[in-house]
């Protein structure tokens, strides 16, 4: 899972540890990636996205904000409390998995 606003990117990386942890020194490693910051790392039982494919909406159309689920998370400071708590990112992450 890969969303994109205004030049800022969050992504979920699954998969066995060792495949996630390469995957993400390889991100880490690249000039294009800046302020990179791991916001949940942990164990699943099973995958959360394991069934999606890519999709795209465009959350800068004014129609955006009546989409199920929308939320104005990715304008959120990356400083904000709300990075406190990651059941906030993972429920926006799902609730947009869904209305793909």
Do not use: C
């Amino acid at each position: 899972m890969l969303l994109y606003k205004d030049g800022n990117l969050m992504q979920v990386l699954e998969g066995d540890e060792s495949a996630v942890r390469v995957m993400y020194a390889k991100i880490t490693a690249d000039d294009r990636h800046q302020g990179h910051m791991i916001l949940w790392d942990g164990y699943e039982s099973a995958r959360q996205f394991s069934d999606w494919s890519m999709a795209f909406r465009n959350l800068d159309r004014s129609d955006s904000v009546a989409t199920p689920g929308y939320s104005e998370f990715l304008n959120t400071p990356l400083t904000d409390s709300v990075f406190a708590n990651p059941s906030v990112y993972q429920r926006l992450l799902s609730t947009f998995r869904k209305s793909m």
